[in-house]
């Protein structure tokens, strides 16, 4: 009999917004390689009027992509970034949040050795990484004891007093770790996590454990909703 082994291509999540951009809005699209490669991608779809069937034409509407050579921790991400418009300066700046993904660690050029999970904040329009928040739970943290890799889900993001503006970003991880960052401050670089602990390394807001203490991997973006009190 013949083994057959199925190849990965291009089937992430995709998520398409609609973004201010000066006197214009555009239309962009972000999506994730998925198992296919470590990493996302982002098309400018506003204008497909010269939209032909040949690689450079194509290549005209890539904006950018990300790979694990922009951030370590970034591995096979199966579902979309959180994007929104954040604080910066006297500016506000459009960001795709992206959880980190599937085995970073992977045996390659641009390995991440601990294994931890983050959440990677890209600029939506130039896929630069503006920052890099890393959790503090790494391979060695790995509830099973089989070093594996930690990774973060896709984020949510929540507007605590309807105001328009985000205020916190929530997320899982493989470890079964619920995290809570405050989007607070005048900038990307005055996110953090909370809580925190004493020496104001990252706490987990909530730890998902089966009765016997197990600890439950969260895969999927959680959702928020206001209480009606």
């Known amino acids: 009999s013949k083994s057959f082994s199925h190849k990965y291509f291009v089937d992430g999540t995709i998520k398409v917004v609609n973004v201010p951009d000066g006197d214009t809005t555009r239309t962009i699209a972000v999506g994730t390689f998925g198992l296919g490669a470590q990493g996302a ?4 779809l506003t204008n497909l009027s010269d939209l032909a069937s040949t690689q450079a034409s194509a290549s005209s509407h890539l904006l950018w992509e990300l790979t694990d050579s922009d951030a370590p921790q970034i591995g096979y991400i199966p579902n979309a970034p959180a994007i929104f418009a954040a604080a910066n300066g006297d ?7 992206f959880g980190n993904g599937y085995n970073a660690s992977k045996s390659d050029s641009h390995a991440d050795k601990t294994g931890e999970g983050a959440l990677i904040v890209v600029d939506l ?17 790995d509830p099973t004891g089989a070093n594996r890799p930690n990774t ?32 607070d401050g005048d900038s990307i670089d005055d996110w953090a996590f909370s809580p925190t602990d004493s020496g104001d390394a990252p706490k987990p807001l909530f730890r998902a454990v089966s009765r016997e203490g197990t ?5 999927v973006r959680p959702s928020v909703a206001h209480h009606p009190d």
């Open 91 to 97: 500016d506000s700046q459009w960001v795709a949040v």
């Open 125 to 141: 329009l130039t896929g630069a990484v503006e920052r890099t928040l890393l959790t503090g739970k790494k391979a060695a943290n």
């Open 152 to 183: 973060v889900t896709e984020p949510v993001v929540a507007d605590a007093d309807l105001d328009g503006v985000a205020d916190y970003l929530y997320s899982g991880d493989l470890f079964g770790n619920v995290w809570k960052v405050d989007l």
């Open 41 to 44: 991608w982002a098309l400018d």
């Open 215 to 219: 600890a439950q991997p969260i895969t």
